[in-house]
């Protein structure tokens, strides 16, 4: 392995800015990945109708498209560090309503539609708070496990997290620990320097 690229690993290894904002990363993707999984089954399940389940598809990409700019601008004019804490914290308790008031298509949809609009201000917020966490040359190396993290969380919580979870305990303590997993990336990102 070329030297400089190791010495960018360690850089970036060392960084504990950088170390809680990747572990916010993480918990957070897989949550979100997880959550995803968890209601295109759920009202699969309940409905045994596929145009139900596109319905739930549809509610995820709206908030995108709707918010995604308007999502970019205020981020930019926000306390990124609040951005993150906020929207981490928003999205375990927009998984809540699952706990409280039982599996529901409608409430399977509601919890989709406010985990994707929440996680539409989540992203350009993580996104533009790499560069200022890190220094220049390590930040290529960061933006890469970045990448790896969001392409890997997929992986992990699409397909391992959530149909072991559910399959072993049922979908009551996957919700608990998907909640978990977004309140622990809002208290890793409150580590993050402002």
């Known amino acids: 392995m070329d030297g400089a690229v190791v010495d960018a690993e360690r850089g970036v290894f060392r960084n504990r800015a950088f ?3 990747w572990a916010a990363q993480i918990l957070s993707q897989v949550a ?4 995803t999984f968890a209601l295109i089954v759920l009202v699969g399940e309940l409905t045994k109708s596929n145009t139900s389940s596109s319905i739930l598809i549809l509610l995820a990409i709206v908030p995108a498209v709707g918010l995604g700019i308007v999502a970019g601008v205020i981020v930019d004019r926000s306390d990124r560090k609040r951005v993150l804490v906020v929207t981490n914290a928003l999205r375990a308790v927009a998984v809540l309503p699952l706990l409280f008031f039982g599996e529901s298509v409608p409430t399977a949809y509601a919890v989709n539609f406010l985990v994707a609009a929440i996680s539409t201000f989540f992203v350009p917020a993580e996104s533009a708070t790499i560069p200022a966490i890190v220094r220049k040359k390590d930040l290529l190396i960061a933006n890469s496990l970045f990448t790896f993290t969001f392409n890997g969380a997929f992986l992990v919580g699409f397909i391992i997290v959530a149909p072991i979870l559910i399959a072993v305990f049922g979908y009551q303590v996957l ?8 309140a622990g990336a809002a208290v890793l990102c409150l580590t993050v320097p402002d």
Do not use: K, W
């Open 175 to 182: 919700f608990t620990i998907i909640a978990a997993m977004f």
């Open 32 to 35: 979100a990945n997880a959550i």
């Open 19 to 21: 170390l809680a904002l």
